[in-house]
């Protein structure tokens, strides 16, 4: 007779699946989940239940003749033994879809519980978070990452949506609140600026802010406006001339996907960057929607939270005069680097520099 028993070590996980927090990421579908600080989604576990009938003592399937030799055994730490007859292989496909269903539960617990580790092995030192700005992705990060781990930072890059400034704020502050323990430096370049002043008030654990070559809007400004505010941006005048639109599925009537034109990217983006990178960066440029960019910011974070500013004085897309503008009213810690709009690519010692200043502040 086919049996699923639970040994001791699944006792142990659904003790922790039972004690753990999970919460619904931005927009999920009914059921999904990642976990988190403060709330409890019994989606899956209810689904486990119902489909495994757990209990603590033994569960057993409907009699089936026996065969010799045909016991398979799936033996794992984190998921009960389950040892099932020839004659129920019709039931393993369920059996399987359960047990990896359980496997994925307990192993969502993973990454918050590891970067508490990290966190503990680096003692005081915070966890920096480090967002990426519009027609990039988290490469862009790739050398100022290497840099901070090598200082024993905790480093994450999460992906930022680019679909519009309070979704991705949005975004940011679940990743936050589920992938974080403990004080968290958050860092924003470019549009990522603007992204981190929407989603840095809405944790405690928030400690500091660090912007380069970012925006830092005030409540009611778009990253637009702040964009044409000064003179010297590459991507002022006919829109026509600097981006290619496209029509992304489901996008409201008069939106689109904005790209850079590659023939005006590299002086506007990456003018103290080789040729050769620069064609790259401009070939896999992901795109922000129009409405991203003129969406007004919601109460910012730099009020309340300590800020620090890179400035780069040869930027082409944010004029350095803005960006003295928005660090001066945010009260910023500042610095001025010879450098263009990415500066973490041609400064990254620079810009590792003012993190890790902002980074010892927290306390």
């Not at 994925?104 to 990290?118: E, K, M, R, T």
């Not at 930022?160 to 958050?186: C, E, H, K, M």
Request: glycine share 8%; charged share 15%.
């Amino acid at each position: 007779m086919g049996t699923i028993t639970t040994t001791a070590s699944a006792r142990r996980s659904a003790a922790l699946v039972k004690d753990a927090t999970l919460k619904v990421y931005p927009g999920a579908p009914h059921g999904l989940f990642a976990t988190h600080k403060d709330q409890f989604n019994t989606d899956l576990l209810a689904f486990l239940h119902q489909g495994l009938n757990f209990s603590p003592a033994t569960t057993r399937l409907p009699p089936s003749p026996p065969t010799p030799n045909t016991e398979d055994v799936m033996n794992s730490s984190k998921t009960p033994q389950v040892a099932v007859h020839a004659a129920d292989r019709s039931r393993l496909p369920r059996l399987a879809l359960l047990a990896a269903a359980a496997a994925l539960l307990v192993f969502s617990l993973l990454p918050a519980s590891a970067g508490a580790g990290s966190a503990g092995a680096s003692s005081a030192k915070p966890t920096i978070v480090l967002v990426h700005g519009a027609w990039a992705d988290g490469s862009s990060w790739n050398q100022v990452t290497q840099r901070l781990q090598g200082e024993g930072y905790l480093v994450l890059v999460p992906p930022n949506p680019l679909r519009s400034l309070s979704g991705d704020a949005a975004y940011l502050s679940a990743f936050i609140q589920q992938r974080t323990s403990g004080p968290v430096v958050l860092v924003g370049h470019s549009y990522g600026g603007a992204v981190i002043t929407n989603a840095g008030a809405t944790d405690p654990d928030v400690k500091a802010l660090v912007y380069i070559n970012g925006f830092a809007p005030d409540q009611g400004e778009s990253v637009l406006q702040l964009a044409n505010a000064q003179p010297g941006s590459d991507l002022s005048g006919d829109p026509t001339t600097k981006f290619d639109f496209v029509v992304y599925p489901g996008a409201p009537a008069g939106d689109f996907d904005r790209y850079v034109k590659q023939t005006v990217f590299p002086h506007a983006f990456a003018n103290d960057l080789p040729a050769d990178t620069a064609a790259v960066l401009a070939a896999s440029q992901r795109p922000i929607t129009l409405s991203a960019g003129l969406e007004p910011s919601g109460p910012p974070a730099w009020k309340t939270i300590p800020s620090w500013y890179l400035v780069g004085r040869a930027d082409n897309v944010i004029p350095p005069a803005e960006q003295r503008l928005m660090a001066q009213r945010a009260g910023a810690t500042t610095v001025e680097v010879n450098a263009g709009h990415l500066s973490m690519l041609s400064r990254p010692g620079a810009v590792t520099d003012l993190i890790i200043a902002a980074a010892r502040s927290v306390r």
